[in-house]
């Protein structure tokens, strides 16, 4: 799949996601196959006024392209501005965020909230294209704001026309969020309206997932969020399904504990222990969640107060599970949970 002049070589993209898609989660996806990552969302703003935190946020070491970087803006000028700072750091895309729903950032006439106003949309997408040269522009959209009021083919057009690389495309509402399936048959209309590449998004959790995406709505590529989370196997899972027309299936106890060590043990090279241990521990946690015993998993490694700790426990866990010393848990529930809210172990 190409963006622009960038030839991504597989069609697998994993979403910007706040406080999860830092240097080591990037690291591991590419390992298993991600054609493309992004660094979490970042204030345009913030960026123009080089503030620390949005400068860490969208650091990347050269060994990590493909890379993208996803703003946050409403201002052309404050975009476009932000997109020539980025030119420095040589990312290899930009995308602008028009599909985040969170009511925090829509009452700012953020993410979401740009979908009411095509015109302006297409001003800021203008800007940025204008300030970015070569790195190609992407804009993330959604339906519209709800099933009464859905105009992605408008919004799609006014990016294309207005000089977008590529379209990705969360096929629900912004009132829907999360709750309800996603409308695959919009992508299939939005793929039909435009001549850029389009990008599908929402609920792809199995690699059987991505091929019924692509096969039914004829998208060029898809990114990956929620399903990407403690599950870095599915981008290699796809690609054997494609290759040889068979998944080969969950990995063993024995990868998922590899795995999990190795993502811990960059969370702790990359923040400061008091940082790393809570980090590391959300991401354990989901590599572990298909796995019986979850939720007395998740309530020990709490307490745990370092990395080598959290090491430990996994190591005791994975023996506890080799030998069936968990009760069998409702498997179907707890995905279920996890699909309703990721941090599916806390209780409200």
């Known amino acids: 799949m190409k963006l622009g002049n960038l030839d991504l070589g597989n069609r697998l993209i994993v979403a910007p996601m706040a406080d999860v898609s830092d240097a080591p989660f990037r690291k591991i996806a590419k390992k298993y196959g991600a054609g493309l990552t992004f660094t979490p969302m970042v204030s345009a703003k913030g960026i123009i006024d080089n503030e620390f935190h949005a400068l860490r946020i969208l650091a990347f070491a050269r060994d990590e392209k493909p890379i993208g970087v996803q703003l946050l803006g409403n201002n052309p000028e404050y975009l476009a501005g932000a997109v020539h700072e980025l030119q420095r750091y040589k990312p290899d895309v930009i995308d602008i965020n028009c599909g985040c729903p969170v009511e925090k950032v829509t009452k700012h ?25 070569d790195i190609p522009i992407s804009v993330k959209l959604r339906l519209g704001k709800s099933d009464g009021k859905i105009n992605i083919l408008e ?13 990705i495309v969360h096929a629900r509402t912004r009132n829907t969020k999360y709750k309800d399936d996603p409308n695959w048959d919009w992508l299939l209309k939005v793929k039909e309206q435009v001549k850029i590449p389009v990008i599908g998004n929402g609920s792809l959790f199995t690699p059987k997932d991505i091929k019924e995406m692509i096969e039914r709505t004829k998208v060029d590529g898809v990114m990956i969020a ?66 019986d015993g979850i939720h007395k998993f998740a309530s020990t490694i709490m307490r745990t107060k370092n990395i080598e700790g959290e ?7 994975v023996e506890k599970l080799k030998q069936n010393f968990y009760p069998k848990d409702d498997r179907e529930l707890i995905n279920q949970k996890f699909k309703e809210r990721v941090l599916f172990w806390l209780n409200e």
């Open 109 to 133: 006439n953020l993410g979401a909230q740009l979908l009411d106003d095509p015109i302006h949309m297409g001003k800021l997408i203008e800007a940025m294209v204008d300030a970015a040269g």
């Open 155 to 167: 919004t799609a057009k006014v990016a294309e026309e207005s000089g977008a690389a590529a379209i």
């Open 311 to 317: 090491i430990k426990m996994i190591h005791e866990h």
């Open 226 to 291: 929620r399903g990407a989370l403690g599950n870095p196997f599915i981008f290699n899972r796809y690609r054997e399904l494609v290759e040889n027309g068979s998944d080969s299936g969950e990995p063993s106890i024995e990868e998922i504990e590899e795995v999990a060590i190795m993502h811990s043990r960059l969370i702790a090279k990359e923040y400061p222990e008091a940082v790393a241990v809570i980090k590391a521990r959300k991401n354990i946690i989901w590599y572990f969640k298909h796995l």
